[in-house]
């Protein structure tokens, strides 16, 4: 892949857009969004791709994942005025990036493309691993609850209370200043042995758009049925915009959360 | 947990016999077993039950896994002079161990039981993963064989002639010297879209006992296979007091090797 300086005849005044499918380990991360002084997933992907583009490059992406926080599917997009094939992005970005990060795949898009403003809906994770004895493997992966237990059923009754249009202002964090706090949750699956594994208690939670450490707080929140702090008919008072943060669950420790899928729209195709 | 020195009435001249399983994440050590100026998992699980024990403590294992491999269910075993509970070295062992190594069970022994000569079988599986997108989060779990295509059904025909009693001598490290080669592998299963991930591909073998590298030397033969570099029926030729290491396939990373389960008999009873 071409590393160097821009030469002549492998540029173009065009701006060529590239999309990205990438997964990443958050663990060594504080998160996906560039912070000065702190190793970030954006700033990793910023430095690779414009080593291969020859100029700097801006990533965007489509969800801004926390510190700690895994992704499988976190779409993100940047302009490149060099034009390489997708699959060279995809083959020649590894040998730039840190193995905590991975391309799934890569595809053209129209310059300028933003796939935060083309999501259409997004699927995140949140494991639990069940029992006393932790499994050492899952330690950054999933919240270990050790001597809580909880019951799934209660957990599966408040989720489903959860599933629909509601106001969602309980469920988000203190600094989340959006104006809008409605959102829709197509489903709030409770998986049992989820991965074959009897100890582990899989949250999939899938939605039309979601606010600051929202799932978090839906997790903490369904925790907090499950081990009988509240009941399942308590989510009803949590939802509309008068619910109050302080009557939902704490927020679940962030390593136990996995942005699984964006869903996108069709601006990625205008002018590619 | 006691962890200060010995103090008249919670010790006594007997020993007591404390068998535990363990679990651990082998990326950041040398292998369970102790050296000079390494991080071993034996040195960590010593220095814990020393602390409670009052006395330094020896800590004997049913296997030595290499460096970098991981278990689930390690059995080991060790003496104390200081009567403890099983359920209370299982709770404060936790407090003295880094949290890379979980103990998934204890219980009270025969003193001088050594798991390792009590072992009527293990399982262990070598987890894969296949395809060029490799999931980061597995990077330290499965061999991730990016652009080298494997056929799963060539590979379980394979696994199929390694099945039953046989000498193994093909299939173990050159600085493996024990006399008797020949081991019984129960069952050599390849299951496809392991963990509900259709990406993994794991190898599960179960046999009455191991030599050293022997199911890394197994997976790699049968990833050599699925590739087309051997056939199913080479199997046959590597069988046998004859058969040549450098036939085989080489040794598979450590990384994607967990030991699932040791198969004990019933010797820590006797006198327990």
Partial sequence: ???????????????????????????????????????????????????????????????????????????????????????????????????????QSASACAPGYNPRFDSLGKRYRYLLQLGEAKNPLLRHRAWQLGHIRVNPER???????????????????????????????????????????????????????FMKNMVRIIAGTLVAVGRGRLKPNDMLGLLGPGADRAGAGDTAPAHGLTLLEVELGRLALQNA
Same sequence: chains 1, 2.
């Fill in 1 to 103: 892949m071409p590393a160097g300086p821009l030469s002549p005849g492998d540029t173009d005044t065009e701006l060529h857009g590239v999309r990205l499918v990438v997964a990443y380990d958050g663990t060594d991360f504080c998160g996906f969004q560039k912070q000065a002084g702190q190793r970030t997933v954006q700033e990793d992907l910023e430095r690779a791709a414009a080593q291969m583009a020859g100029h700097p490059v801006q990533i965007k992406a489509a969800s801004r994942t926390d510190s700690g926080v895994h992704a499988l599917g976190q779409v993100v997009a940047f302009d490149s005025r060099r034009a390489i094939p997708a699959r060279g992005w995809m083959l020649g970005l590894h040998a730039h990036l840190p193995d905590d990060v991975r391309v």
């Fill in 155 to 209: 957990m599966r009754e408040a989720a489903q209370h959860l599933e629909g249009t509601h106001d969602f202002v309980a469920f988000r964090s203190a600094d989340d200043e959006r104006e809008s706090t409605v959102r829709t949750l197509w489903s709030v699956a409770v998986l049992e042995g989820f991965a074959d594994d009897p100890s582990l208690l899989a949250l999939v939670v899938h939605g039309n758009a």
